[in-house]
Nanobody
Framework: QVQLVESGGGLVQPGGSLRLSCAAS????????MGWYRQAPGKQRELVAS???????NYADSVKGRFTISRDNAKNTVYLQMSSLKPEDTAVYYC?????????WGQGTQVTVSS
């Protein structure tokens, strides 16, 4: 079974940048479409970015133009480059298969955007 470990979160000021990583252990994820999800306090988890096995990407309107998803199949890792961060981006960020989750969820990584 694939295990997912997210990292790279932290506290950043509005307008700042962060790069999140999602390292998968176990079977390769190269044939799976993968996505980054986020869950803010009191809200449902939402898919914000996805990348197919063929490297096609898709973004939620709320992050389009600011976030970039990528993957390195040799490292079995998916990334999320976030820039021009806003306070409303504050959430716990997770990765999983997309558009529906099929792996066990990792612990996520907290992103807090605040001055």
């Amino acid at each position: 079974q694939v295990q997912l470990v997210e990292s790279g979160g932290g506290l950043v000021q509005p307008g700042g940048s962060l790069r999140l990583s999602c390292a998968a252990s176990g079977p390769t994820i190269r044939f799976n479409a993968m996505g980054w999800y986020r869950q803010a306090p009191g809200k449902q988890r939402e898919l914000v970015a996805s990348i197919t096995s063929g490297f096609s990407t898709n973004y939620a309107d709320s992050v389009k133009g600011r976030f970039t998803i990528s993957r390195d199949n040799a490292k079995n890792t998916v990334y999320l480059q976030m820039s021009s961060l806003k306070p409303e981006d504050t959430a716990v960020y997770y990765c999983n298969t997309a558009p529906t989750d099929r792996f066990y969820w990792g612990q996520g990584t907290q992103v807090t955007v605040s001055s």
